[in-house]
Each structure stands twice: as structure tokens, then as C-alpha cells.
């Protein structure tokens, strides 16, 4: 068991190392715009719905609100996406849809995420209103037509279905083995 947990470890540390490299490559400054989280992710001129998901998760890891991603937040971010506990991910998964804040998450909102997610990684398995309709008839408790976090997280964690669809909106892996194509594959 040992033997798994190090190897888990070495991989992460090469990833971090990796990423370092990439962050220091293309941000010299030490910071990251917007304008060049979409370069880095390869996302330029997407449509407004991916437009709009990509400043919402810019936004939500821009934790001192100034404008840019730093080397610190950079590395909370990959290190909540790569091994980030479940209900961390679930909090940070429900800000990143509460596009207004205010504590809930309406049909518009979770709608728009999956129009964006579907214009970035071209899943199609079903339409982003099916998929909307869908979470809220199996997570809405109360069927207020909104979301609050304690529906959110109880409702995701107790349907697989619902958990898979949430983790394909932040599955960049598609963006993500095209930036490291050019990484030798001796991980």
C-alpha cells in the first residue's frame, strides 16, 4: 500500500513541478489575466455562455480579488482540481455556479454552466436543458426551483449520476492533453 501512496505522490510532485515550470513559462511576471488563463487553456473565441464560465472560474480562483492569479493561488487551484477532498470540491463547484452569489443556484445559472461546459469539451450525451432539468428533478428537495449549498452537496454525493455530470463541468482533461502534448510521456 506504501509503495501506491509514494508513487501517487511522486506524480503530483512532478505535476506541481511541471506546472511550475509552465506558470513561470508563460507568466513571467508571476501573474495571470484572464485574457491569458484563455490563452494558456487554449479557449479563445468561444461563444458567450464559455466566455462567461471561464471569468466565473478565473474569478472563483482570483481569491484576493485583484484582477490576476498568482503563483499561490495558481497552485490551490491545481491542487483543489487534482486532490481536492469531495466536499471541498462541492463547495467550490457551487460558488463557481452561484454566478450572482447569492447563496443559491437557479435553473439559469446551472443551465448557462452546462451550455459553456458543452461549447468547451463538445459532450453531447444529452442537451444542457436535459442535463439542467435532470440535477433539479433529483437534487431540488424542496422543488423552489433553486439550490441552496445543503441541496447541492447532499443531493450530488447521494446520486452518482448527478456527481459524474458535476465533474465533467471542470473535466478540462481534454484542454489539459493538449497543453502537455509537448511533456515527455516518462511520468
Known amino acids: 500500500m506504501g509503495a501506491d501512496n509514494s508513487t501517487t505522490e511522486d506524480m503530483m510532485a512532478v505535476d506541481i513541478h511541471y506546472w511550475y515550470?509552465?506558470?513561470?513559462?508563460d507568466s513571467p511576471s508571476g501573474l495571470i489575466t484572464l485574457y491569458e488563463l484563455k490563452a494558456i487553456l487554449g479557449l479563445q473565441g468561444m461563444n458567450e455562455e464559455a466566455n462567461g464560465y471561464i471569468e466565473q472560474v478565473f474569478a472563483t480562483f482570483d481569491m484576493n480579488k485583484d484582477g490576476y492569479i498568482d503563483f499561490m493561488e495558481y497552485v490551490a487551484?491545481?491542487?483543489?482540481?487534482?486532490?481536492?477532498?469531495i466536499d471541498q470540491k462541492l463547495k467550490w463547484y457551487f460558488k463557481l455556479y452561484d454566478a450572482d452569489g447569492n447563496g443559491k443556484i437557479d435553473r439559469e445559472e446551472l443551465l448557462s454552466i452546462f451550455k459553456a461546459v458543452q461549447a468547451i469539451n463538445k459532450h453531447t450525451d444529452m442537451s444542457p436543458e436535459e442535463i439542467t432539468a435532470?440535477?433539479?428533478?433529483?437534487?431540488?428537495?424542496?422543488?423552489?426551483g433553486e439550490l441552496t449549498l445543503e441541496e447541492f452537496i447532499s443531493g450530488t454525493q447521494e446520486h452518482?449520476?448527478?456527481?459524474?455530470?458535476?465533474?465533467?463541468?471542470l473535466d478540462l482533461s481534454n484542454v489539459l492533453k493538449v497543453i502537455k502534448s509537448g511533456r515527455r510521456n516518462s511520468v
Request: proline residues 0%; hydrophobic residues 50%.
Open 21 to 25: 515550470n509552465k506558470f513561470m513559462r
Open 77 to 85: 487551484a491545481l491542487s483543489l482540481i487534482l486532490k481536492g477532498k
Open 160 to 169: 452518482q449520476m448527478i456527481m459524474d455530470i458535476i465533474k465533467k463541468t
Open 134 to 144: 435532470l440535477v433539479f428533478d433529483m437534487i431540488d428537495k424542496n422543488g423552489d
